[in-house]
């Protein structure tokens, strides 16, 4: 399930599913999809809402 949920997301070619399949016990593939698009969106705001960015322009 983990592998066809994640097969759209750019991951290290050494992921390790069975480890996030450990972490993740009882989780059905509803679950699972919300845990990476909740992970996603983590990795997205922390780029966009670093202090440093060059692009940054103040609201």
Known sequence: IL???CR????PE???YRQLARLTPG???ADLMALCREA????V???????????ATPP
């Open 40 to 43: 996603a969106m983590t990795a």
């Open 8 to 11: 759209k997301i750019t991951l």
């Open 3 to 5: 592998k066809t949920l």
């Open 45 to 55: 705001n922390r780029i966009l809402l670093r202090p440093n960015r060059e692009d």
């Open 27 to 29: 989780y059905v593939g």
């Open 14 to 16: 050494d992921f390790d």
